[in-house]
């Protein structure tokens, strides 16, 4: 059966295909899609983790158990995991174990750029990467299998374009894979230093085995053109690039198609450069496979030619090795309208955001999330957003700074207050340590945790939080107020307030913001997008009555796109607009009023 699925799906499918028996993760952007999709097949024990770490320790317990498992992440999901993915390099595994890495050339939805490929090298870790959705399927029913045969992980590297195209599969079934029985041996699983340094000389030995295997398999192939005029030796979506870009000198470009990057092929790639004339590297981001071309000996061009930062696409690469130039091609002649991305109508963050933007005295420290967008103007909170969890982290070095004889702003003028900002699948991922840090390091920054009731960013995944697992099973509901008690913060100190109401807001922040030690503030509204509560508010919306409005734009101070200026007075779009009525709470002349009830 052929269906037209996109990569991640297709991932999905092989690793169900192949007998997966467990499959954790933490959704991020562009690898939320597989665990989603792999939660449908009920032969495979799913779970959303709370991190990373954690879902790359889940899969290898299972493997070392005996179940074939996988664990999936955006790329800088696997910094978070890198601590057990490089002593399982030396462990090995039982069942077949496979890591998907989802990087984000381009940073679409990512706060950086980087190329997971040099973790296979850095690790020493079997790499596969599929160029489409066929592929996909394919090499993760191998990587199982391979990972057994060779006794290692299997790191599996797509992007971007990989994960969310869309292509033809041919569809299998499933092959069952036995449970390997569980043996217990402390000298191969135990890292204790006397069994790693002893594994440390097996990982050499598999180096030179799976050397000579990506030499001769199937995944590191050569199409000869007639001429043999070209080379080009590239991988993943690239390849797909490079044909496109070429595609009218077939016959003088030969490709050397590179799936199994880690390690790289060095004598085919040795015989496939003596039979070219010109040599071409292509590869998005860092030069990954010229490097290491360069180090055979062979002159080749790649990173001089091609951009270092930001996605490829045949006419980049078409300009940049043939020198076509950008001229003739379809333009579109309007001006699409600027979209800056802004928080939500009705979102749960714009209440707190717009009482915090009030002091000028505050640095905020927010993290990864949709709250991340409270910099955007008018709102304008955020002094930092480094990674996940660093709002509470970073705001302890914030704070401790703050307190110090002479620290100020740019201007001389003090900051007197460090307010770190967390969403609650964030805080569940990495800020709890964060929190305890701060409780027992007595820092008096004030923590405020977006509680919205899902993992909202990413698509409305499940989280600790929610009371759900993925594969829509109840399960416990962790408090969140309970939990920072738990961390050490005084009960007295943790305030749950409801973001729509203002006034509570308000008073929730004044009372952090002279609090002189940790202070945590919960909001407690879901998302907006939520489909049960767009239902739920579905007849609300907000009303302005041109003949009170005297268009003074405080209305526009709460950066909600639902509302905007006209001629005659300031306009609500009631298609967009699910009554949370915090713009009728700023407005001084009473013009805006709630219209509507709450569905049952």
């Known amino acids: 059966m052929k269906e037209i699925v996109t990569g991640n799906e297709a991932i999905a499918r092989g690793a169900w295909e192949a007998g997966c028996h467990v499959a954790a993760a933490y959704p991020g952007t562009p690898s939320s899609e597989i665990l989603e999709n792999v939660s449908k097949y009920p032969e495979i024990d799913s779970e959303w983790s709370t991190n990373e770490k954690v879902a790359v320790e889940v899969a290898a317990g299972a493997s070392l158990a005996g179940a074939r498992s996988m664990a999936a ?120 230093p006397a069994s790693a340094k002893k594994r440390r000389y097996v990982i050499e030995e598999r180096e030179v085995r799976l050397r000579a295997f990506s030499n001769n398999c199937s995944y590191n192939r050569v199409e000869w053109g007639m001429r043999r005029k070209i080379g080009i030796i590239t991988s993943g979506i690239s ?67 091609l951009p270092a930062v930001d996605e490829l696409n045949s006419s980049i690469i078409a300009c940049a090795l043939l020198g076509h130039s950008e001229e003739g091609r379809w333009e579109v002649e309007a001006t699409p309208p600027p979209r800056p991305p802004v928080l939500c109508p009705g979102c749960s963050h714009r209440g707190i955001f717009y009482e915090m933007a009030k002091y000028r005295d505050i640095a905020t420290s927010s993290d990864i999330g949709c709250y991340t967008l409270g910099v955007m103007p008018p709102l304008g909170v955020a002094d930092s957003v480094i990674c996940m969890g660093a709002g509470v982290s970073a705001g302890i070095g914030f704070s401790k700074v703050f307190a110090m004889p002479g620290a100020a702003r740019d201007d001389g003028k003090p900051i007197k207050k460090v307010f770190g900002v967390i969403g609650d699948s964030t805080f569940f991922h990495s800020g709890v340590t964060g929190l305890i840090d701060a409780v027992v390091n007595r820092s008096n920054m004030a923590l405020c945790i977006m509680d919205n009731r899902t993992t909202a960013m990413t698509g409305h995944q499940d989280n600790p939080g929610t009371g759900r697992t993925i594969m829509g099973e109840k399960t416990q509901q962790i408090d969140l107020k309970a ?5 050490g913060v ?11 109401d203002l006034k509570q807001v308000h008073a929730a922040i004044r009372k952090a913001y002279d609090a002189n030690e940790i202070f945590v503030i919960i909001t407690t509204q879901p998302c907006a997008l939520i489909k049960e509560v767009m239902r739920k508010r579905e007849h609300m919306y907000c009303h302005v009555d041109e003949k009170l409005c005297v268009k003074c734009k405080m209305c526009l101070k709460v950066g909600c796109p639902a509302i905007s200026l006209r001629e005659s007075s300031a306009e609500i779009t009631r298609s967009m607009c699910n009554g949370c009525a915090i713009c009728a709470q700023v407005c001084p002349k009473n013009a805006i009023s709630q219209v509507g009830e709450l569905n049952d």
């Open 73 to 192: 992440m955006k790329h800088v999901g696997l910094n978070v995991a890198a601590d057990p993915i490089f002593t399982m390099s030396y462990i090995g595994v039982n069942g077949g174990f496979v890591v998907i890495t989802a990087d984000d050339p381009g940073l679409f939805s990512s706060q950086n750029e980087q190329d997971n490929r040099w973790y296979a090298l850095h690790a020493k870790l079997p790499m596969l990467e599929p160029s489409d959705s066929q592929e996909c399927l394919d090499f993760m029913k191998d990587a199982f299998e391979l990972s057994e045969r060779f006794d290692v992980p299997l790191l599996f590297r797509v992007t971007t374009r990989i994960c969310h195209s869309k292509s033809i599969v041919e569809l299998g079934s499933r092959t069952e894979a036995s449970i390997k029985p569980y043996v217990r041996n402390p000298g191969k699983n135990v890292m204790a």
């Open 239 to 305: 390849y797909q690039h490079a044909r496109e870009a070429f595609h009218k000198l077939d016959d003088e470009v030969s490709y050397l198609k590179l799936g199994f990057t880690y390690p790289l092929p060095d004598e085919l790639i040795l015989k496939f450069a003596s039979e070219v004339e010109t040599v071409y590297v292509i590869e998005e981001n860092e030069p990954y496979i010229e490097n290491f071309v360069k180090q055979l000996g062979i002159s080749c061009t790649g990173r001089e030619a």
């Open 483 to 487: 939990l920072c008690v738990a961390c």
């Open 490 to 500: 005084r009960p007295d100190n943790v305030q749950m307030v409801d973001p729509y």
